[in-house]
């Protein structure tokens, strides 16, 4: 029924066991896809072994570093009608991906996120994330800021197939942008799945939190007036914000 794709790079190994435990735990049926990506031989041969031990339904090698790649890399390996997204160092609550199915087919969704809550490196919570429920919201908010959680979405098969992952940093929020015309987004009101923070994780800063370019091109699209002035207001602060935690903004890029 699902397909659940994992990049693995350099993987804390407690945390890819809970990761990949959380999956394995599900209350519906899964097939758990690991992707080694662009390690060495040693590397690759130490989570082989390990991910055998969690037995991992397939492990396949990307010969390519990032994400984007390795998830473009493993879709070609999946068959189910939908596909889940989970990082290595993240859980899942147990439910998640069958409140998920459940919701997909029975409405016209092609990319379903859940809210998130925000744990430690001990696991505790320590923050949430709630993110906007219909394809309007969602779609209103990609002028200034991703309207997924990207690890915590399912998304059908057809639409992946049709629109592979933009091979630019952030491209979880470059696709969403990308497919913006063809595509309808939603959010479950349940917090799914914790995400984890902690200092071992890859530095954010170099990637793009905004695309400039497409959220004026957002911006024209609308006909109301009003919406256009709370829009340009909200990417301003988000401007302000991106500027402040001397976070990228891409200037150039057309998506």
């Known amino acids: 029924m699902i397909d659940v794709l994992i990049p693995i790079y350099k993987s804390n190994e407690d945390y890819l066991r809970l990761s990949i435990n959380s999956i394995k735990k599900q209350t519906i049926k899964n097939n758990v ?5 662009g390690m060495d031989n040693n590397k690759n041969k130490f989570y082989r072994n390990l991910l055998k031990q969690l037995e991992v339904d397939l492990i396949v090698e990307c010969p390519l570093h990032g994400v984007a790649q390795a998830l473009n890399y493993g879709i070609q390996f ?9 990082d290595d160092d993240d859980i899942s609550h147990p439910e998640r991906l069958f409140l998920q199915y459940s919701f997909m087919t029975n409405n016209n969704i092609d ?8 744990i430690n490196s001990s696991g505790r919570i320590i923050g949430h994330r709630k993110y906007p429920q219909n394809d309007l919201n ?16 399912m998304m059908k098969r057809e639409f992946i197939i049709n629109n592979p992952y933009p091979l630019t940093g952030s491209e979880d929020y470059a696709l969403w942008l990308t497919a913006y015309n063809n595509a309808n987004y939603a959010n479950l009101n349940n917090y799914l799945y914790l995400w984890r923070k902690h ?4 530095s954010s800063k170099s990637i793009p939190y905004l695309y400039l370019n ?10 109301s007036i009003i919406l256009k002035f709370t829009l340009s207001i909200s990417l301003i602060l988000r401007v302000a914000i991106c500027l402040i935690k001397k976070r990228n903004i891409d200037l150039k890029t057309y998506l």
Do not use: D
């Open 138 to 153: 969602c779609k209103q908010k990609l002028v200034y800021q991703t309207c997924f959680a990207h690890p915590s979405v």
């Open 199 to 202: 200092s071992n994780q890859a």
């Open 78 to 86: 999946t068959k189910s009608q939908f596909i889940a997204r989970q």
């Open 33 to 37: 896809i690991c992707i080694l990506n």
């Open 214 to 223: 497409k959220s004026f091109e957002l911006i024209k699209k609308e006909n």
């Open 111 to 118: 990319v379903l996120g859940t809210n998130i809550h925000i």
